[in-house]
């Protein structure tokens, strides 16, 4: 039998059935292909420069030199792969300096990396709840969370819950109706990443407090963007240190390269890197991207200045888009997101956007509710003025063609 001719299943017919209608949709994904760092200004395959304005490079750390430096260092010196999970031999003296400075950062006793935040996410509750505990969460959390709970259900048989978004009385009542339950965890995004919003922290920490529950934020959007220092959300809040479980990603301010970590207690932490399946049964972050994150790290400890010019571009460009016309999402985040509706006409503005030079995603079904697609605009500290004045004029341009101003 010729071995280049595959049968074509079940599988297969289902599949490609499924991406044409993708595509009559107006719903196909296509992927735009980089050529030079991510930075403010990008050169696109097939379209020359563009404005990014759909990166969470929120400091503009992806192609700092001094990250990028570190990040060639570590391979220097540790070499291009870590060739073992930790426990193993796979843990490198870049990993323990990466953990402390994670851990100093958003201000706990110790933190733990992880290839990815989404994998921190899917280590936590499945490694320490049990058939006696509880994991409530908030409706508009990231899918990293929505399936950890999955897997801690089908894992430990915990009962798992989900309240309304931001719906703190709801979360009250449902506490209250979980008193039996020995532990208690309930976990928030720190700022709702299609939204743009921020968890109102002081309420939920209070409602947690009154139960005895454990209050776990994923800050992945806020880590180097809230707070004057960038701590996250609980700096935002003057709660720096008050959460008790903060996992984040290396993935975004962090100098963007991959990775991301858990932070808490000594015990909780010392207690996954013995337990956690995510952590045992796969390679360590790449030395070079410890290596680099740590260096993000620094920079940020070192130039907070970062985090205030993140935040007057932020209002530059949404007073921006209130004076075109547009009626953006609030808030005071650096996402901006502007609701069209039906998911082909988000995907539609921003292939208009991007003929125009300007690089904006279109989010619909089932990533945002059916009927509130939008294209979400992501500012950076490293955008210039004349930048965000460019993408304004797109937006002023695109919005005119499309009757939206
Ligand atoms: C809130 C949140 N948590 C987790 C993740 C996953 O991060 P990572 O890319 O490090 O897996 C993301 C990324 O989109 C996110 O927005």
């Not at 509880?134 to 089908?154: E, F, V």
């Not at 609701?339 to 089932?366: D, K, Q």
Request: aromatic share 6%; net charge negative.
């Amino acid at each position: 039998m010729n071995a280049s001719v595959k049968p074509a299943g079940a599988l297969e017919t289902r599949l490609r059935e499924q991406l044409d209608q993708f595509r009559r949709d107006g719903v196909y994904k296509t992927f735009n292909y980089l050529e030079t760092p991510q930075a403010p200004r990008v050169r696109m395959e097939g379209r020359g420069d563009v404005i990014i304005l759909s990166s969470n490079n929120y400091l503009g750390l992806s192609d700092d030199p001094v990250v990028m430096a570190a990040g060639k260092a570590g391979i220097d010196e540790y070499g291009a792969g870590t060739a073992s999970v930790r426990f193993i031999c796979g843990t490198y003296t870049i990993h323990r300096e990466l953990e402390a400075a994670c851990a100093r950062l958003v201000g706990t006793e110790a933190a733990v990396s992880f290839v990815s935040c989404w994998n921190a996410n899917e280590a936590l509750p499945g490694t320490v709840l049990t058939d006696q505990d509880i994991i409530l969460s908030d409706q508009l959390n990231h899918a990293s969370i929505i399936d950890a709970m999955r897997l801690a259900k089908a894992i430990t048989k915990c009962e798992t819950g989900v309240f309304k978004h931001a719906n703190y009385e709801e979360l009250d009542a449902r506490l209250s109706a979980a008193s039996d339950r020995q532990v208690k965890l309930v976990v928030s995004d720190g700022i709702f990443s299609m939204e743009g919003s921020i968890v109102n922290l002081p309420v939920l920490l209070e409602v947690c407090r009154k139960h005895g529950a454990i209050c776990w934020i994923d800050d992945s959007h806020a880590t180097g963007v809230l707070g004057a220092n960038g701590r996250g959300t609980p700096e935002h809040f003057g709660l720096h240190g008050q959460v008790d479980i903060i996992t984040s990603t290396l993935g975004k301010a962090l100098g963007g390269a991959a990775g991301g970590f858990l932070a808490g207690s000594a015990a909780l932490c010392d207690y996954v890197m013995q337990r956690a399946r995510p952590q045992l049964f796969t390679n360590a972050l790449p030395a070079t991207v410890a290596a680099s994150a740590l260096a993000a790290i620094e920079v940020l400890e070192a130039e907070p200045e970062r985090v205030a010019r993140l935040r007057e571009n932020t209002a530059y460009f949404r007073q921006g888009l209130l004076n075109l016309g547009f009626h953006p999402l609030p808030g005071d985040t650096p996402i901006v997101p502007v609701i069209l509706g039906e998911t082909a006409a988000a995907i539609r503005m921003s292939e208009l956007l991007l003929n125009t030079g300007v690089f904006v995603t279109g989010f619909g079904y089932p990533v945002v509710p059916q009927g509130q697609a939008r294209v979400r605009c992501q500012i950076s500290a490293a955008h210039t003025r004349e930048d965000l004045d460019q993408a304004l004029a797109a937006f002023d341009q695109v919005g005119r063609q499309l009757d939206l101003i």
